[in-house]
């Protein structure tokens, strides 16, 4: 599979939704895991990223949550078309969350964290969130787990600092520097100060106004 190539226009129909690249190792995984925590939910469609892969602010984070809603929710036919076509890039590069009319549990998630930017109208456009890991879990326990879907989302990340876009690492920092590791001492990367509070805040974030430029289109 070329990592240039999305390879989420092939996500099958029905659950279980896994790539068919991911699925030897997804399924091995969930059959060694002990804790039930961190298995990966197949019934639930995968959210590797969302929003414009040419966006000059990237959000990097672990890997899409399991609370008491999403399954309701994924089962939703038009949540479930407007999920899978913000993946496959095949509508809106609008951010999904910012734009879900569901307002699900992702909406609310994405929306106190850029509480801070809601008055910024262009932001759903100018806002890419890259997952380190696709699958949801409960809990995140695989990050030693590579699979083949990880190479597009790597390369969204590495195009990303090829057009020097803003960058801000909101989890599991080390394991982005692992897979990427001139990620590191990449020039326009900004960091939270309390990783445990996903706020894109002034009180949380170093480089809060390059982040609000960057937004406004400056």
């Given at each position: 599979m070329s990592s240039h190539q999305n390879p989420w226009i092939a996500l099958p129909t029905e659950a279980p939704f896994v790539l068919p690249c991911d699925r030897?190792?997804?399924?091995?995984?969930?059959?060694?895991?002990?804790?039930?925590?961190?298995?990966?939910h197949t019934s639930l469609l995968p959210e590797p990223f969302h929003g414009n892969p040419g966006a000059p602010v990237v959000v990097l984070l672990l890997n899409p949550g399991v609370g008491t809603q999403e399954d309701k929710l994924h089962k939703n036919a038009a949540f479930a078309q407007a999920l899978r076509s913000s993946i496959t890039q095949g509508a809106s590069v609008e951010h999904f969350h910012l734009v879900d009319e569901s307002k699900g549990p992702g909406y609310v998630w994405w929306k106190k964290a850029c509480r801070a930017l809601e008055q910024v109208e262009s932001l759903p456009s100018r806002l890419l969130s890259v997952e380190f890991s696709p699958y949801h879990s409960k809990s995140f326990g695989h990050g030693h787990l590579r699979l083949p879907s990880q190479e597009y989302s790597f390369q969204l990340v590495k195009q990303a600092m090829q057009r020097e876009a803003l960058i801000v690492c909101m989890r599991g920092q080390s394991l982005w520097f692992g897979a990427i590791p001139e990620l590191a001492?990449?020039?326009?990367?900004?960091?939270?100060?309390?990783?445990?509070?996903?706020?894109?805040?002034?009180?949380?974030?170093?480089?809060?106004?390059?982040l609000l430029t960057a937004v406004n289109g400056g």
């Open positions: 030897p190792f997804v399924d091995q995984y969930n059959k060694s895991t002990k804790a039930k925590s961190f298995r990966i001492t990449y020039d326009h990367l900004l960091n939270l100060r309390n990783p445990r509070s996903a706020s894109l805040s002034p009180g949380n974030l170093n480089g809060f106004d390059q």
